[in-house]
């Protein structure tokens, strides 16, 4: 018999294929891929735009103003969908594609999914060199998407159209595995994108595609029911894997009934609510002194989805030398880590099954008692830091907490790097679980408004919280990559901008400092300019005004508390702008090991030196 066939070109053939792949979130069916986050150019404007074009009211497409902020907008969304649905970034060849490599290597980090569809050069090389080809003397087959390789789960290059028919699958099965979920990226050769071939029917029939629960090896699991029952002083770290597992419910059903504190990783926190009785705190460089000290003492360690990143571990000083991990983990890769006991299987059910092994074992009550002690005097510290005050600038942790205060049940926090992420971190009181996003895997500077806008999209619908998206950005990211305002605007997703002046790198220099070097480089007053009126200041809700956002300039904590309820009436994206001070910072207790000259004529850097030694004399030699 013949084979039923439909001829497309391998553009149309891809896109025909991306609406026909569904899931199934809240018991609902929707798409896989919801949506495609797109810029034109050279390489992908005449053959993959006409065929999203077509089709627009099954996969709209979303203009973005920079490539890699569209694709970090994909990845916020995949963070708030919590992998259960993929946006697609596309991309013309050249620079454009390049602009994603960043956000690849977020997604990559934080073990999201994202599909990134690039335009490259001739496959024929007939009119070669093409406009933005960079040549390779020694190996014609490298073009710049090559560069993609070091920072995606998956990669190809179709060099014919019958190669999408196992690639995108492949591509498809490799972002929704829970242990090698990242970006895939799939290279298309403008010519090969205009290609017309006879596609089997059969390739575009509606799919459903279901998140594989991998249970655990039983004998690896009764190891750690063993290993658990010798604990005296046991801990469970909460990681992002329980959030992705939607294992959050029973994790905490778990600690509570045996007696066992929850401690947070950045990427965990808000698995449970803040005043949930079985947690402690945040964990690590950025986590609180409940946390670590309880991490400190504990004997058995049980990590759910975390793949103990330094600042979780305090560069594995945190810890015991004689500690004990049970690492649960749908990756192989992290389950390992650290001479841990390795149990590989999907967060829900393998705590399911690890409760109904345990039997009647509990640990002892007072392990659960110091630790709400530890977080009861956290929690007082952080009230008596976010105190207002009289001071003329407020802190990073007032405004926290101004911010926090206005937030509704619903809203997401979203921030990703600089002096932020320690202050929210240790200082936002989780409502409701799933409304916290730090990205701190990569710690990527832009991902914030960017990733607002993912969530902007992501809170609609099934499986979104239905909350405004509320970022809080420095002054040196907010310069760095701040154009989805306008994106925002243009496309109708609101969110509320929270832009703290501290006037430049505030915590850069910090470090700096602390390591011995004078300031340099980071704050404006210590940049190398020439203008008269150094530093220039930037206005930025003028600035957020002229894309046509709303904004308000706060100068005191008042005016920033009525400007936030302002702006939950608003009907657009709206940036609010406060003075916050460059050098008070809510402390830490975690050692976090970072590169120091070994020699230095300054005594700071040598003082800092001995320092960083004594660190790493503390830490846990692991592999």
Not at 238 to 243: C, D, L
Request: hydrophobic share 45%; charged share 20%.
């Amino acid at each position: 018999m013949t084979q039923a066939t439909i001829r497309l070109t391998t553009a149309q053939a891809i896109v025909h294929w991306l609406v026909n792949q569904f899931t199934e979130i809240e018991g609902q069916r929707v798409p896989l891929f919801p949506g495609v986050f797109g810029i034109f150019g050279h390489g992908n404007v005449s053959c993959l735009s006409e065929a999203l074009e077509a089709v627009q009211d099954r996969l709209p497409t979303w203009r973005g103003q920079n490539e890699q902020s569209m694709a970090l907008a994909a990845t916020g969304f995949a963070k708030a969908r919590r992998r259960r649905q993929i946006m697609v970034a596309a991309s013309s060849i050249g620079p454009g594609a390049l602009n994603m490599v960043t956000a690849a290597g977020t997604a990559h980090a934080n073990r999201l999914p994202l599909l990134l569809l690039a335009g490259d050069t001739f496959a024929t090389r007939l009119p070669d060199p093409v406009l933005q080809q960079v040549e390779h003397f020694s190996n014609p087959t490298i073009t710049v998407n090559d560069a993609f390789r070091a920072v995606t789960r998956y990669w190809d290059r179709i060099m014919h159209p019958a190669q999408i028919l196992s690639s995108l699958p492949q591509a498809t099965a490799t972002m929704l595995d829970p242990g090698d979920c990242g970006p895939a990226f799939v290279s298309l050769p403008q010519d090969v994108q205009e290609i017309a071939f006879d596609y089997p029917v059969t390739f575009f029939e509606e799919k459903l595609w279901v998140i594989p629960r991998p249970r655990p090896d039983r004998r690896r699991l009764a190891q750690a029911v063993d290993l658990l029952k010798t604990a005296r002083k046991p801990l469970l770290i909460a990681g992002g894997g329980v959030r992705y597992s939607q294992a959050e419910e029973a994790v905490a059903a778990f600690a509570l009934k045996r007696g066992i504190p929850i401690v947070e990783t950045i990427a965990g926190k808000g698995s449970v609510t803040h005043y949930h009785e079985a947690h402690a705190g945040p964990i690590g460089i950025i986590g609180s002194t409940s946390a670590n000290a309880l991490a400190g003492d504990a004997d058995v360690i049980v990590a759910i989805g975390t793949r103990l990143q330094d600042f979780t571990t305090g560069s594995w000083t945190l810890f015991s030398q004689t500690a004990r991990f049970i690492s649960i983990n749908t990756a192989r890769f992290d389950a390992v880590k650290h001479r841990a006991l390795a149990v590989v299987g999907d967060a829900l059910e393998t705590m399911t099954e690890f409760d109904a092994l345990l039997g009647d074992w509990t640990a002892d009550p007072r392990q659960m008692q110091r630790a709400r002690h530890l977080f009861g005097e956290w929690d007082d510290l952080l009230t008596k830091l976010q105190a207002p005050t009289n001071a003329p600038v407020p802190t990073y942790a007032q405004v926290v907490h101004a911010v926090n205060d206005a937030a509704g049940e619903c809203d997401t926090i979203i921030t990703a790097a600089g002096g932020l992420p320690g202050e929210v971190c240790k200082g936002w009181r989780v409502k409701a679980p799933n409304t916290f996003d730090l990205e701190f895997g990569f710690s990527c500077m832009g991902y914030e408004i960017a990733a607002g806008w993912g969530h902007a999209m992501a809170n609609e619908g099934p499986g979104g919280t239905g909350g405004t998206p509320i970022v809080m950005i420095g002054d040196g990211t907010y310069m760095m990559m701040n154009s989805d305002i306008y994106s925002t605007v243009l496309t109708g997703h609101k969110m509320i901008v929270v832009v703290c002046d501290n006037g430049g790198f505030a915590v850069i220099n910090r470090l700096q400092q602390a390591k011995g070097v004078p300031g340099f480089n980071n704050l404006l007053v210590d940049c190398h300019v020439q203008h008269p009126d150094r530093p220039l200041h930037v206005d930025f809700v003028k600035h957020a005004e002229s894309m046509g956002a709303l904004g308000r300039r706060c100068d005191s904590m008042a005016e920033l508390a009525a400007a936030l309820e302002w702006a939950k009436t608003t009907d657009r994206t709206t940036i609010l702008a406060i003075t916050t001070d460059a050098h008070a910072w809510t402390p830490g207790d975690a050692d976090w090991d970072v590169g120091v000259p070994e020699v230095s004529t300054r005594a700071s850097v040598q003082a800092a030196r001995k320092q960083q030694e004594e660190i790493r004399a503390k830490q846990r030699v692991g592999v």
